[in-house]
């Protein structure tokens, strides 16, 4: 059974930077997509960004393009996502997901496996 590990959240400044980690276990990640995911307080969680099993085909949501940007290394069975220019609408719980296809998307209904989530606070 896949298992999935978030690391990396905290509280930063507007501006900040931030780089998550998504570590598996129990299966080798280079089978499955990959997706981070958010939920702010209040909110539906949100599609964020997509990683196909590869790394040749990523997604980002509108809201994060061109500030964040998505990896993984199979090699060391864990994913990434590098926040930059955070905001304060960035703050949320962001988790990662995977499903049992080699293709990535942003919608949540497709991932079978979930992380437990890491809190991303951004404030002053």
């Known amino acids: 059974q896949l298992k999935l590990v978030e690391s990396g959240g905290g509280l930063v400044q507007p501006g900040g930077s931030l780089r998550l980690s998504c570590a598996a276990s129990?299966?080798?990640?280079?089978?499955?997509?990959i997706g981070w995911f958010r939920q702010a307080p209040g909110k539906e969680r949100e599609g964020v960004s997509s990683?196909?099993?590869?790394?040749?085909?990523?997604e980002y949501a509108n809201s994060v393009n061109g500030r964040f940007n998505i990896s993984r290394d199979n090699t060391k069975n864990t994913a990434y996502l590098q926040m930059n220019s955070l905001k304060p609408e960035d703050t949320a719980v962001y988790y990662c997901?995977?499903?049992?296809?080699?293709?990535?998307?942003?919608?949540?209904?497709?991932?079978?496996?979930w992380g437990q989530g890491t809190q991303v606070t951004i404030s002053s």
């Open positions: 990683i196909s099993a590869s790394g040749t085909f990523i």
């Open positions: 129990g299966s080798t990640l280079d089978l499955y997509g």
């Open positions: 997901a995977a499903r049992g296809f080699r293709t990535a998307t942003l919608a949540e209904d497709l991932y079978e496996h």
